[in-house]
T-cell receptor, first 110, second 115 residues
């Protein structure tokens, strides 16, 4: 079963706007990662945030982690059409497995 | 291109059959992971091998088995196939064995259709 739950399940915005996706999880974690998947293709690793970190940036991506609320958010600024994809959060904990959420489907409208 | 290769890209077979999916990790990566992605179950971790040894098991059915060979490529064997096994099967690789520090690089996947 999946641990992470992304919110919203689908998001549609205009190009240039910011997109925010949220992820909640249930058990304690070592780290949380975000991945992007273009339709039917492999996953691309975006960013990893460790459990002792609160915020991380990579280009137009900003990830926050609140371990007290067991939640994370991914912000994509100045969105582009090429950002259209599904975004997944994934957690690793004691079980040494990567556990994925069900994903947020992001559509950027030109 | 992640550097992880998977063959075949597409596979269509019948119920009850057996298939083998193949994965070659990135050069230098010792860990190989297998995942199943289906509409109803989402992305599920199946199994992890490090340098030829099984390290962790997820929701892998008894009808499924995997192995990692001395040249580090891996194969996932699916037998007695059922309609519900239709899914995208991904392989990923990473340098080491520590999931809390290692980035996993995913292959393009094998789309299995069981008729």
């Amino acid at each position: 079963s999946q641990q992470g739950e992304e919110d919203p399940q689908a998001l549609s915005i205009q190009e240039g706007e910011n997109a925010t996706m949220n992820c909640s999880y249930k058990t304690s974690i070592n780290n949380l990662q975000w991945y992007r998947q273009n339709s039917g293709r492999g996953l691309v690793h975006l960013i990893l945030i460790r459990s002792n970190e609160r915020e991380k940036h990579s280009g137009r991506l900003r990830v926050t982690l609140d371990t007290s609320k067991k939640s994370s958010s991914l912000l994509i600024t100045a969105s582009r059409a090429a950002d259209t994809a599904s975004y997944f959060c994934a957690t690793t904990g004691e079980a040494q497995k990567l556990v994925f959420g069900q994903g947020t489907r992001l559509t950027i409208n030109p | 291109d992640s550097g992880v290769t998977q063959t075949p890209k597409h596979l269509i077979t019948a119920t009850g059959q057996r298939v083998t999916l193949r994965c070659s990790p990135r050069s230098g990566d010792l860990s190989v992971y297998w995942y199943q992605q289906s509409l109803d179950q989402g992305l599920q971790f199946l199994i992890h091998y490090y340098n030829g040894e099984e390290r962790a098991k997820g929701n892998i059915l008894e009808r499924f088995s995997a192995q990692q060979f001395p040249d580090l490529h891996s194969e996932l064997n699916l037998s007695s196939l059922e309609l519900g096994d239709s899914a995208l099967y991904f392989c990923a690789s990473s340098q080491g064995v520590a999931l809390y520090t290692d980035t996993q690089y995913f292959g393009p996947g094998t789309r299995l259709t069981v008729l």
